[in-house]
């Protein structure tokens, strides 16, 4: 059963100091002990900055859609 990660943000002093990868981190290994197989992670194109990140953590990119107000939003998944 997948879980989705949403509205992570860290401070702009705080990034690049590990901060979002150790929520990122917790965040995975509860949804392990909880059973989860799959941690999806949408962002609007507005947060393009953030991408990277995710990248860098392992998820893979699968797709795209329209989000509420009609941004699209890419979608990201981890298999756990």
């Known amino acids: 059963k997948p879980i989705e990660l949403s509205n992570l943000f ?3 002093d705080k ?3 590990g901060i979002g990868t150790a929520l990122v981190g917790e965040l995975i290994n509860r949804a392990k002990n909880d059973n989860y197989s799959e941690l ?3 962002s609007a194109d507005r947060w393009k900055d953030s991408w ?3 990248d860098k953590l392992g998820f ?3 797709g795209t859609l ?3 107000n009609g941004q699209a939003q890419q ?3 981890k298999i756990l």
């Open 52 to 54: 990277q990140f995710y």
């Open 75 to 77: 979608i990201w998944s």
């Open 10 to 12: 860290v401070s702009a």
């Open 15 to 17: 990034i690049k100091t």
């Open 60 to 62: 893979e990119r699968v």
């Open 66 to 68: 329209n989000g509420q």
């Open 40 to 42: 999806v992670v949408r």
